[in-house]
């Protein structure tokens, strides 16, 4: 199979495709020519790293976890481990976004949006005034 049919059944751009080739995550038989020449194991490992990417997986987690898909003496536990790492991570993040959030929504509700120019959004990323030279 060449690349494009490979990204059209994958999901994902040809480009994508060249750089998980050159970091190693597949490798593609190339032919006589030169040209990539994809298998249909290939197809399905690009959709593995796909879906495991649009969870938010980093590339070097996606390549423990396609080893370990492709370890069939794996303790699930090992798969589990890296997915809860992975899942306490996304939860400090939804944290840190609750709290921008409940900043944001403060200044927000503090600021008039009338044609006034002061603006307690503005001032709150200006910081506190420098003092003046004396």
């Given at each position: 199979?060449?690349?494009?049919?490979?990204?059209?059944?994958?999901?994902?751009?040809?480009?994508?495709?060249?750089?998980?080739?050159?970091?190693?995550?597949?490798?593609?038989?190339?032919?006589t020519?030169?040209?990539?020449?994809?298998?249909?194991?290939?197809?399905?490992?690009?959709?593995?790293?796909?879906?495991?990417?649009?969870?938010?997986?980093?590339?070097?987690?996606?390549?423990t976890?396609?080893?370990?898909?492709?370890?069939?003496?794996?303790?699930?536990?090992?798969?589990?481990?890296?997915?809860?790492a992975h899942?306490?991570?996304?939860?400090?993040?939804?944290?840190?976004?609750?709290?921008?959030?409940?900043?944001?929504?403060?200044?927000?509700?503090?600021?008039h949006?009338?044609?006034?120019?002061?603006?307690?959004?503005?001032?709150?990323?200006?910081?506190?005034?420098?003092?003046?030279?004396a």
């Open positions: 199979m060449k690349i494009g049919d490979v990204a059209e059944a994958s999901g994902l751009p040809a480009k994508t495709i060249r750089y998980y080739e050159d970091i190693g995550l597949i490798r593609p038989a190339r032919g020519n030169g040209y990539r020449d994809f298998a249909a194991s290939d197809v399905h490992k690009l959709a593995f790293l796909a879906r495991a990417r649009s969870l938010g997986f980093s590339i070097e987690e996606c390549r976890l396609l080893s370990l898909y492709e370890d069939r003496d794996r303790a699930s536990a090992d798969v589990k481990a890296l997915a809860e899942l306490r991570r996304i939860d400090r993040k939804i944290a840190a976004l609750a709290g921008l959030r409940g900043t944001l929504a403060e200044l927000v509700a503090r600021c949006g009338d044609a006034r120019p002061d603006c307690p959004i503005l001032d709150d990323l200006a910081g506190p005034k420098p003092a003046a030279d």
